[in-house]
């Protein structure tokens, strides 16, 4: 098999346009989470996301075009010029590549069609771009078209775990040699009023830090209330390591290993969690002991981030209560399809910088949650191995393990 490795870094994240922006919030507890301003968020529940200001486009000199693409699609766009520019590469230069494109987003744009609904309810039509902005695949198809693609074009939704499948499809596709370099990531801009409303009615987000945004994320926390709905994207140039070494591009990690089950039944969630990390340990032919920081999922539900942390001591065993731990959707909250990719954005620069990121908002134990969850502060330490985790809704479990190259 191929050696894959990381050369590139695009991240567009409620607390950071661009890489430095974004491992400079996460290192310093920088939250992104804030009051919605897309719409009136008064009539629900819960008021806050992580929203990215329209404002930093403007301010960044990027014009804005949602009469030709969605905001899932502009983020992603976004991110992909970010990641190309950190790459030393270019659409004109990446003529002689074998390519390929693989992006998560969790659902047709809501945005585009909420807005194009209310219209049709009014008059019976809609605009002529509903389609091409709105499908699942735009995204995706985009980037091809940015990077003149000529291999896989390949759009995954799985909810949450849609941008980490995104990066082991593409990492295999280039162990077999199908490709020498990939685009891969996630994006997704849920932030509408029926979307909000439903996850509200579903229970899933937290009601009582509306007069507190920043606050509203508290993964591990025992007053946490849900996850904090947002939105963004993360872009990142797989290459075979080779071709990368002799074309002299920067090299921030290499990936190891990673593992993806599915649970079928709320009684199977147990076995399945540590079925996938226990598969991305064997394939990484690391045991639990060399892993020197997780990336949790965790997003501040009550469930899920108690069930992470039995999941880890499960697989850990002894070495669970020695391992930092932390969870950035404390910052930025939980971007659905973007998750992963801006989570192992994170802990790649994590890695550079020997600098794990915080949990923020960690202010009250939870005696079910007791394992070292890095609090409100980051820390300085020795990361040469790490694991993603990443759980989607419906089912799909994900781990991914990185090393310094």
């Given at each position: 098999?191929?050696?894959?490795?990381?050369?590139?870094?695009?991240?567009?994240?409620?607390n950071?346009?661009?890489k430095?922006?974004?491992?400079?919030?996460?290192?310093?507890?920088?939250s992104?989470?804030?009051?919605?301003?897309k719409?009136?968020?008064?009539?629900?529940?819960?008021?806050?996301?992580?929203?990215?200001?329209?404002?930093?486009?403007?301010?960044?000199?990027?014009?804005?075009?949602?009469?030709?693409?969605s905001?899932?699609?502009?983020?992603a766009?976004?991110?992909?010029?970010q990641?190309?520019?950190?790459?030393?590469?270019?659409?004109?230069?990446?003529?002689?590549?074998?390519?390929?494109?693989?992006?998560?987003?969790?659902?047709?744009?809501m945005g585009?069609?909420?807005?194009?609904?209310?219209?049709?309810?009014?008059?019976?039509q809609?605009s002529?771009?509903?389609?091409?902005?709105s499908?699942?695949?735009?995204?995706?198809?985009?980037i091809a078209?940015?990077?003149n693609?000529?291999?896989?074009?390949?759009?995954?939704s799985?909810?949450?775990?849609?941008?980490?499948?995104?990066?082991?499809?593409?990492?295999?596709?280039i162990?077999?040699?199908?490709?020498?370099?990939?685009?891969?990531?996630g994006?997704?801009?849920?932030?509408?009023?029926?979307?909000?409303a439903?996850?509200?009615?579903?229970?899933?987000?937290p009601k009582?830090?509306?007069?507190?945004?920043?606050?509203?994320?508290?993964?591990?926390?025992?007053?946490?209330?849900g996850?904090v709905v947002?939105?963004?994207?993360?872009?990142?140039?797989?290459?075979?390591?080779?071709?990368?070494?002799?074309r002299?591009?920067?090299?921030y990690?290499?990936?190891?290993?990673f593992?993806?089950?599915?649970?079928?039944s709320?009684?199977?969630?147990?076995?399945?969690?540590?079925?996938?990390?226990?598969?991305?340990?064997?394939?990484?032919?690391?045991?639990?002991?060399?892993?020197?920081?997780i990336?949790?999922?965790?997003?501040?539900?009550?469930?899920?981030?108690?069930?992470?942390?039995?999941?880890?001591?499960?697989?850990?065993?002894?070495?669970?209560?020695?391992?930092?731990i932390?969870s950035?959707?404390s910052?930025?909250?939980?971007?659905l399809?973007?998750?992963?990719?801006?989570?192992?954005?994170?802990?790649?620069?994590?890695?550079?910088n020997?600098?794990?990121?915080?949990?923020?908002?960690?202010?009250?134990?939870?005696?079910?949650?007791?394992?070292?969850?890095?609090?409100n502060?980051?820390?300085v330490?020795?990361?040469?191995?790490?694991l993603?985790?990443?759980q989607?809704l419906?089912?799909?479990?994900?781990?991914?393990?990185?090393?310094?190259?």
């Open positions: 098999m191929r050696s894959v490795v990381i050369t590139g870094l695009g991240a567009v994240a409620p950071g346009l661009g430095e922006a974004y491992w400079n919030a996460l290192a310093n507890g920088v992104g989470i804030r009051i919605i301003s719409f009136d968020p008064s009539p629900y529940p819960c008021r806050v996301a992580g929203e990215i200001p329209t404002a930093w486009f403007k301010e960044n000199g990027i014009v804005q075009e949602e009469e030709h693409f905001w899932s699609t502009i983020y766009l976004k991110a992909l010029k990641a190309l520019n950190d790459a030393n590469l270019s659409p004109g230069t990446m003529a002689g590549f074998s390519t390929g494109v693989y992006m998560g987003i969790s659902s047709t744009d585009v069609v909420q807005q194009e609904f209310s219209g049709f309810l009014e008059n019976n809609t002529t771009g509903t389609v091409s902005k499908y699942s695949h735009a995204p995706a198809s985009q078209r940015e990077i693609c000529n291999g896989n074009v390949v759009t995954i799985t909810g949450c775990s849609s941008g980490i499948y995104s990066l082991i499809l593409a990492a295999e596709s162990m077999r040699g199908e490709a020498e370099l990939v685009l891969a990531g994006t997704d801009a849920p932030i509408t009023p029926f979307f909000l439903s996850l509200c009615a579903a229970g899933l987000l009582g830090y509306n007069g507190a945004p920043e606050a509203a994320s508290r993964p591990f926390d025992l007053k946490r209330e996850g947002a939105e963004g994207s993360g872009v990142l140039v797989l290459e075979e390591e080779r071709s990368a070494r002799r002299k591009a920067p090299i990690a290499r990936i190891c290993g593992g993806a089950t599915n649970t079928f709320p009684n199977g969630s147990r076995f399945s969690s540590c079925s996938c990390m226990t598969q991305a340990l064997a394939r990484a032919r690391f045991n639990p002991g060399q892993i020197d920081y990336n949790a999922h965790s997003p501040g539900d009550p469930m899920v981030d108690r069930a992470e942390t039995r999941t880890i001591k499960e697989v850990w065993g002894k070495y669970a209560y020695n391992i930092p932390s950035i959707k910052m930025i909250g939980n971007p399809a973007a998750s992963g990719p801006l989570q192992v954005i994170a802990t790649v620069l994590a890695m550079q020997q600098f794990i990121p915080p949990t923020v908002n960690y202010q009250y134990p939870d005696p079910r949650c007791d394992l070292d969850y890095v609090p502060k980051g820390r330490a020795r990361i040469s191995r790490a993603i985790s990443l989607g419906g089912g799909g479990n994900t781990a991914l393990i990185v090393s310094k190259p």
